[in-house]
Structures are given as C-alpha cells and as structure tokens.
C-alpha cells in the first residue's frame, strides 16, 4: 500500500523540534501575563462571512487564500486565515465590553492560508497574537510593540528592524487614494499584473509591491503622511515619540501597507534582516478601530499584533540547539531481579520531581552506557544483579566520571542534596 503524506504546505511538528516550540510559547506567556494579558482561545473556524467583513473583499488573504467550503448543513464555513476577526467575534458575542472597559488579550494556534508554499510560508502555520481592545490612547500601540520586541529579544534574536507607518483614517485614506491613484495612472501600461489591477480594486497595496519595475516608480510617489489630517498625524508623532522614549528603534517606511483592510493608524512590521529570505516579517499589526463596529459591536478602538512562529523557529534554529528538557537521571539495568528495581527507582525519583530516563533495551551495559552519556542526564543511575541483591545502586555523575556505590534508600532520602548538587551543574552548563 502506498503511504499517505500529509498535505502540501502543512507539516509536522517533530519531538526534536517541539523544544523549540515550548520554549517560545512559555516566554511569550510570561511576558504577556506579566503585562496583564489574557489567554483566549477561539474556534479554528468560523463563518466565512466574518473574515469576508473583517479582512476585507480586495484582500489577497480573502479573495485568494481562504479555506472556504460548505458544511453538511448548508453554511459556508472558513478556516481561520488569522486570528484577530475571531477574537474580536468573541469579544463581541461574549459580551466581554461589558465585562471591563479594557481588554488584553492574547493567542496562539493554527491559521490556514491557501498560499504558494516557500521556506517560510505554509498552509497551515501558526501564530502567536495579542490584542488590546477599548484604548485608542497611543500608548497601548506602543505597549503592544514593546511586548513584542521584549519577547523576541528574549528569545536572543537579533537583527530585526521594526517598520512603522500610520496608514490614518478612512478620510485620511480616501484623500491619499486619490492622489496616489493620479500619480500612478500615467505609469499604469509599466505596472506589472498584479498591480494593475490593485490600481482600481485597491492601490494602497501597490506601494508594497515586490516587483523591482513597479518599485521603482512607487519611490516617488506621494506619501500618506502628507495627507494625514492634524490629529493622526499627532498621533503618529506620539508613537513615534514614546518609542524612542522606549529605547526601541524603528524604521518609519511610507510603503508599509499592511495585507488586511481594518488597519487605522499606526500599521508595522518586524522584519528579520538576515536569516528568512523573501518571507522576512517574523510579525505585524497595528490598529483597528473600526473592526468592532464593522463585525456589529460597539464603538471600540482596538490594537495588536501576530508573529509567525514557524518564522521564529527557522531564525531559532539558526540560532541555537532545540531546549530539552535538563535529565537528571538516566537509569542502565541489566538483569532479571535488577531490571524490575530499575524500573521502581525511576518511578520513586519521578515521583519525588526529578526528570528521570529509564533505558529499556536490557542490551550490555556498554551500549547502555554510551547511551546514558548521549542524554544529557546530569547523573547515571547503574543496576546489576548485585546491586539488586544488595539493595544499592551505583550512582557515577556523567561529566566528572566520579561514581559511588550508595544503599537506594540513601538515594532517596538524599534527594535535597542531589537536587542541589544537579542544579548547580545545569547552570554552568
Ligand atoms: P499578518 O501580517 O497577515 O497579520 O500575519 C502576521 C504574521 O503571520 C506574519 O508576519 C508572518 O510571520 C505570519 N504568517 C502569515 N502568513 C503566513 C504563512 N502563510 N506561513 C507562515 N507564516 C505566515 C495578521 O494576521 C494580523 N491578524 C495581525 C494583527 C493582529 N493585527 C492586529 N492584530
């Protein structure tokens, strides 16, 4: 029979891998717990109409790239292609407004976009998200960006530049559509395809195309920030302001036309300078202050963000080796009354908090041995026939090779010290 693959543009998640994973989800919830973030969880998937609202028609994400089918009961049904139309379903139809004037939420999980799969780019990847919905003071903006640079800088990436634009209100917009429409018309027959048509359905995005042709006439074309109305250029300027206050730096790029239609306002990206090729931006968002009204809820200004983690872990594993779990113990046993005992004293020392791994091979203790140093464990734990009989065990600490013959009771009323003394050698590891 012929294997069954799993489908182009999705892929597993390997236990040597998974480290990796753990470790950005549990520095990302400390990080956003410890700023008053909570964890949401919605659905994977949702009403197709949702997402055809929230992200926008002329979008590429809805109008190519969604997982759209319908279910036995007739409705039309879309995989998530992102996470904040969702959490904002959510907050609406959960009443949360009214729950407290402010909300900080967070998110990961799957998305499913139907895209061109390259080195960085899937059909189903993940994200990690926060939102903060009922502020529209620029400083949640800032907070936002801050807690995102704060998560990556602990994870030790470097490298990353963050893009900043303000892509203002809907007036402010319409203004600039107009006038960017006027500069562009006469250089429409030198635009390639895609743009073309984005030059009727929606022009903003031409400003980012990646086409060098169409680049290069977008260079002097008109900017937003010339047609953003007093106020949200005050705005802007009071992001721009708190973040130097910050210490975080950013690239102000007037070309910064973020894929999905609810942005307002402040609109950015973290781009990775080196390490992710074409697909370089680990994460992006901005505001949305009309997202709550346009999915049926009231008046909210709101603002967030996502990352790609996949993205993440490609910059990771440049970086460093998958994070294991520390093995304090690994436990060799050959023999038929030592193998049992063996498998009794992993199960104490587990019970009593340490990380312990039982070999299962009962191959000669050579191979157990070579095993037992490939672990990482800071200990081996050594079980023959006499130690069986005897009730002792042999413990030998796998970096200095020092070993001692021990009763297993000892070993078990030691474990204060030996925990100690395992701790101590992690963190000069
Ligand atoms: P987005 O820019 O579409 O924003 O996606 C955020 C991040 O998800 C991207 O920067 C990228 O790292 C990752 N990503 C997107 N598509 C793919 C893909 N096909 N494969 C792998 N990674 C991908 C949003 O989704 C907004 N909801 C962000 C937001 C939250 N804005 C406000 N709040």
Redesign the pocket.
Known sequence: MTAIDAIKGTRDILPEEVGYWQWIESVAREILNRAAYQEIRTPIFEQTDLFARGIGEATD?VGKEMYTFIDKGDRSVTLR?????GVVRAYIENGLHVKGSLQRLWYVGP?F?Y?NVQA????Q???L???VLGSADPRADVEVIALAIDILTTLGLKDLRLDLNSVGTPDDRQQYREALVNYLTPYKEDLDPDSKIRLTRNPMRILDSKNPETRKIVQDAPKIWDHLAPESRKRFEQVQQQLTDLGIGFTLNPCLV???D??THTAF??VAETGLGA?N??????R?DGLVTELGGPETPA?????????LLLLLQQLASAPAIDLDFYVVSRGGKAEPQALQLAQKLRKQGFAVDLDLTASAFGKQFKRADRSGAAACLILGDDEAVNGTVQLKWLGSGEQESMPQANLLEKAAVLRDRIQNLNSKR
């Open positions: 994400v292609p992102e996470g904040t139309a998305m976009r895209e960085g780019r899937q059909r990847f993940h994200q998200g926060c939102e973020r894929g999905l609810y942005y990206e973290i697909q931006a680990v994460g992006g968002g901005g949305y603002v967030g963000w996502a990352m790609g983690l996949e993205r």
